[in-house]
């Protein structure tokens, strides 16, 4: 008698003691997860990954072409400071050839002044 009361009091732990009602309840709930929120979830997810490659393709092509520039930049500007270097270059060895010119005529100068001192 103790058995056939507790198997009539055994409650349904997925239909939560409710019988066919709570059953056909149940699979209403499950029925709409799988055959719609599932689905629009699944949809709103490959939305979502497309957006965010989308924006990743845009962040990615806006940095490549801004490094791009920065290379160009960098290219210009080693060009301007080779050029200026070499203006630098050229007008320092002009300056060194006028120095040694004008020491080698001083010390030609002395040479002769010195013969001439030796010769008299």
Request: proline share 2%; glycine share 6%; with cysteine.
């Amino acid at each position: 008698m103790l058995c056939t009361l507790v198997l009539a009091q055994a409650v349904d732990p997925i239909s939560g003691g409710a019988g066919w009602i709570g059953a056909g309840l149940l699979g209403l709930v499950l029925g709409w997860l799988l055959l719609i929120y599932l689905p629009s979830k699944d949809k709103q997810l490959k939305e979502f990954l497309e957006a965010k490659d989308l924006h990743v393709q845009h962040i990615t092509d806006k940095f490549v072409r801004s490094m791009e520039i920065k290379d160009q930049a960098a290219i210009e500007a080693a060009k301007s400071y080779k050029a200026a270097m070499d203006s630098v270059i050229k007008y320092w060895r002009e300056e060194i050839d006028t120095v040694i010119r004008s020491r080698r005529q001083d010390m030609q100068a002395q040479v002769r002044a010195l013969r001439e001192q030796e010769g008299t």
